[in-house]
C-alpha cells in the first residue's frame, strides 16, 4: 500500500447523469500518420450521428514525462489539450481514460501497463486532470472560443483486471488502493465528477474481490465501467445483466453501470470477438437497443471503436473500426446511428412513464 487518501475520507458517491451514447476514439490521438485535418473529419463524422460522448485515453507517461521536484508535479499538456480541444470543437464530450504508469513510476521498468510506485502520484494526475478539463477548469478559461464541454467522468485504468492491462497480474488490493487515492484526489477538486472503477473485462469476478480487499470501498464507488464483449447482442447484454446481479449482491444495486467498450473486429477469421462484416452493422444496433431498453442502470454506451486503420490483416485491433480511412461513411456507421436514435428513443420513453 502507498500513503495517501484513505477510503473513510471519500465523499459519498455523486449522482450520475442521464444516459449517454457514443464511440472511442482513442485510435485516432494515438495512431501516428492521421493530420489534423483528418482527426477533425473524423470526429465531425462521429457528431453527425447523434453521439454526445468520446472515449480516448489520458496519457500519463506523456502529460508528466519527469517525476516531481520537491514534490512539485509539472505537467505537459500538449496531448491532453490536444485531445481536449479537438473534442469541444465538435461537441463530444471527453470520457478519458487515466492511464498509465508515466516512466518513472513504473513498479516494473519498461512495462507501462504495470501499476504505479505511488498510487498517490497517480492520485495527482487525475486531480489534475480534472481541474484543468472539469467545469471551469483551466483549459476552458484560456480557449473561450471552444464550447465548454467539461469532462465529468474520469475511468481509473484499464481493464485492471486483465493480465494484459495490468502487469504482471491483476492485483484487487493494489487497484482498491489506486481507485480509492485517485477518487479521493479528483473530488477535492470536483466532488461532482464521477470516478469510475476501470472498464472490467470480468467483472463478475473482480468486483467481489475488489470489495474483500477493501470494504471500505463499499457505498464509495461512483460508477463501473465495463467491457462486456461477446460474440452476440444477447451474450453482450447476458454479461450487463451479471455485472448488474454481482453489484445488487454486494449492497451496491444502485452504482451505475458503463459499458465503455463492445465492438468485433472483421479481421482476421477465427480472432477474439471476429465477426463476418456482413453481420457487424445489424449487431450494433441491436445492441445498442437492447442495452438501452435493459432496466440495468446502463448510465453509458461506448462502441469499441470509431476508427482503426485497416492496414494490417492478420492483426485484428486493426479492423473494430467502423469508419474506415477515407470513406464517407459505411453500413456500420448507418447502423450505428440508427442504433444511437433508437437508444436515445427508449430512453425518453422511459422518462415520460416515470418510475
Not at 471552444?146 to 492491462?165: G, K
Not at 470501498?217 to 450487463?240: E, Q, T
Request: proline share 9%; charged share 15%.
Amino acid at each position: 500500500m502507498t500513503s495517501g487518501p484513505t477510503t473513510n475520507s471519500l465523499a459519498p458517491a455523486p449522482q450520475a447523469p442521464g444516459e449517454q451514447l457514443g464511440a472511442n476514439v482513442n485510435l485516432l490521438f494515438i495512431l501516428r500518420g492521421l493530420t489534423a485535418a483528418q482527426v477533425d473529419a473524423q470526429l465531425k463524422a462521429v457528431h453527425a450521428t447523434g453521439a454526445t460522448l468520446a472515449r480516448a485515453d489520458a496519457l500519463w507517461e506523456l502529460s508528466e514525462p519527469s517525476p516531481p521536484v520537491g514534490g512539485i508535479h509539472r505537467y505537459d499538456w500538449t496531448f491532453d489539450d490536444a485531445v481536449a480541444a479537438s473534442l469541444a470543437a465538435n461537441r463530444l464530450r471527453w470520457l478519458p481514460i487515466v492511464d498509465y504508469s508515466a516512466g518513472w513510476a513504473r513498479s516494473l521498468p519498461g512495462q507501462d501497463h504495470s501499476p504505479p510506485r505511488s498510487s498517490a502520484d497517480y492520485a495527482a494526475y487525475g486531480a489534475a486532470l480534472a481541474a484543468r478539463y472539469g467545469p471551469g477548469g483551466v483549459f476552458w478559461r484560456a480557449h473561450p472560443e471552444l464550447p465548454a464541454m467539461p469532462v465529468e467522468e474520469f475511468e481509473i485504468w484499464n481493464e485492471p483486471d486483465s493480465v494484459y492491462f495490468w502487469t504482471p497480474r491483476p492485483d484487487a488490493a493494489r487497484y482498491a488502493q489506486l481507485y480509492a487515492d485517485a477518487r479521493a484526489a479528483i473530488h477535492a477538486v470536483d466532488p461532482g465528477a464521477l470516478v469510475l472503477v476501470g472498464g472490467l473485462s470480468a467483472a463478475v469476478t473482480f468486483l467481489p474481490q475488489l470489495l474483500d480487499a477493501d470494504p471500505g470501498l463499499r457505498g464509495r464507488i461512483d460508477g463501473v465501467a465495463i467491457h462486456p464483449y461477446g460474440g452476440s447482442p444477447a451474450a453482450v447484454l447476458a454479461k450487463v445483466v451479471a455485472t448488474r446481479r454481482t453489484l445488487e449482491r454486494l449492497g451496491l444495486a444502485t452504482v451505475p453501470l458503463y459499458a465503455t467498450e463492445f465492438g468485433w473486429t472483421t479481421r482476421p477469421p477465427g480472432a477474439l470477438d471476429y465477426l463476418p462484416a456482413r453481420l457487424r452493422p445489424h449487431y450494433i444496433e441491436r445492441t445498442l437497443q437492447a442495452l438501452a431498453s435493459s432496466g440495468c442502470n446502463v448510465a453509458t454506451t461506448i462502441l469499441y471503436t470509431w476508427y482503426s486503420p485497416q492496414s494490417d490483416p492478420h492483426n485484428s485491433q486493426y479492423w473494430y473500426g467502423i469508419s474506415p480511412p477515407g470513406a464517407r461513411g459505411s453500413l456500420d456507421v448507418t447502423a450505428f446511428s440508427a442504433g444511437l436514435r433508437a437508444a436515445q428513443r427508449q430512453v425518453q420513453a422511459r422518462r415520460d412513464r416515470g418510475c
